[in-house]
Structure formats: C-alpha cells, structure tokens
C-alpha cells in the first residue's frame, strides 16, 4: 500500500531531464519516492495513508546547506559588528570553553535550534564541523536530517596533542558513521589552511584514507592562507592543501 500520495502540486525534479511538473503527483511506498509523474484524476482518491493536495504548494528535492558550524546557532547575530579578526579572537575563547565541556548546554541548543530552521526552511542534509560533534549526532539523527560532520582538528590552534586529536577523530568515526539508516556520516574535520601545519594536513590524509571518509575544511578565506603555503613550501594554498587531500 502507499504510504503517501501528494497530488496537483507544482513538482520540480532534478531527473535526467529536469521535469517540472505544474499540476504533479509524488508517491511515496516504505519511505521511498517511487514515483514522479503528471497527476492524474484518480490520484486525488487514491488508496493511500495519507493523501496530500498540493495544490498551490511546491514540492522539491530538499536543499544543502554545505557547510555550517551548528553549536555557535544558538549565537547567531551576537558578532555581527565585529571584524574578521576581531570574530576569530572573541570565538577562540568560546571554542576553547566548548572544548572543556563548559558549553555543551549552548552547544545542544545551538543544534537543536538549526535542525529546526533546517527542516521549517526545506534543507534536509548539512555538512557541519563542530567541537562536541557527538553532542549533535542523536539530534540530528533523530530530527530525520542527513548530516556529514566531525569534530574540529588544529595543531595550531587547540592545546591538545595531535595524537589525542586524531585519536578523538577516529573513534567518532567508529561510534557514528553511517549511522541513522545511514543518514549520518562522519568526517575528518581540520579547521582551515592557516592553523594547520603540513604534518596535520598529511596526518589527515592518510586518515581520511584509512577509514574511507571525506574531509571538510575552510579553505582560502584569509591572505593568511598565502603564508602559510608558503611557509609549508609551496607557491599557493590551492597546490599546499588541495594536492594532499586529493
């Protein structure tokens, strides 16, 4: 039997020919959209769970959101004034506080609070790097969202010795991915090209390898970024980091 039956909704795929549809019908059987197509009159007293009419409303594949840090949500707007560095020297010391453990109430708000505009908004996946990445696991899980995420790696920027950090990153791969029927999986997580030596960045690497997982990164936001490279022997940041991680 299906499970549910939406009809007359304005549909938009991403198929192989981009369909839209004005007046469509999606049906859904064990949680799977098994079919896309223009509605038909039968539709609307089809023998579903839940019938839907779409009428004027759309219906869409859900949106990504490719990269976010979800603990500091709850903060949203409270450094809006402030400079690039400015942020950067007022975050550190919020970060460190999260990284002791003083903040996971923040932390859990500030995910809990981002599942919601996720889902209210129509993003359904979310690529997130964090500091008490496991804290946002079952929330995300348990919200239905798909989420790629990690904990946070620096040699250069967190007091914690680069083992522990790799340590840390690989039993929150053991613990949680795939994950959630699969919806969460785990990254490696190394904050950016400018608190990162080359040694952290092969370390990286070759872990991302072992375990078969992606890396998630900032890459190029500062003209840090250039002296870094270059202090790591290489011309540009785009051939220091990108080659290793390739």
């Not at 009428?55 to 949106?63: A, E, F, I, R, T």
């Not at 002296?227 to 022997?233: E, G, I, S, T, V």
Request: hydrophobic letters at 40%; aromatic letters at 4%.
């Amino acid at each position: 039997m299906t499970d549910v039956l939406v009809h007359d909704a304005l549909v938009v795929t991403v198929d192989d020919h981009d369909n839209v549809y004005e007046s469509g019908t999606v049906v859904v059987e064990d949680d799977r959209i098994t079919e896309v197509r223009p509605t038909i009159p039968d539709d609307r007293t089809a023998d579903a769970e839940v019938v839907i009419d779409g009428s004027d409303k759309l219906v869409m594949p859900g949106l990504v959101n490719a990269h976010a840090h979800l603990e500091s949500s709850a903060l949203r707007g409270a450094y809006s004034d402030l400079s690039y560095g400015e942020l950067l020297v007022d975050m550190t010391v919020i970060c460190q506080q999260l990284a002791k453990g003083e903040l996971d109430y923040l932390a859990e708000a500030g995910v809990r609070l981002a599942a919601l505009n996720f889902i209210r908004n129509g993003i359904t996946s979310v690529c997130t790097m964090d500091i008490r990445s496991e804290l946002g696991v079952p929330i995300l899980g348990e919200s239905g969202l798909r989420a790629l995420t990690g904990p946070l790696i620096s040699d250069l920027f967190w007091d914690e010795p680069v083992e522990s950090q790799l340590r840390r990153a690989e039993k929150f791969i053991d613990d949680h991915h795939e994950t959630y029927d699969g919806r969460i999986h785990a990254t490696l997580c190394p904050h950016d090209d400018m608190t990162l030596t080359r040694g952290m960045w092969e370390s990286v690497a070759d872990t991302a390898e072992e375990y078969d997982v992606v890396v998630h990164t900032h890459l190029l936001e500062d003209s840090v970024s250039d002296l870094n490279a270059r202090a790591n022997k290489e011309k540009t940041p785009s051939v220091c980091w990108t080659t290793l991680v390739s």
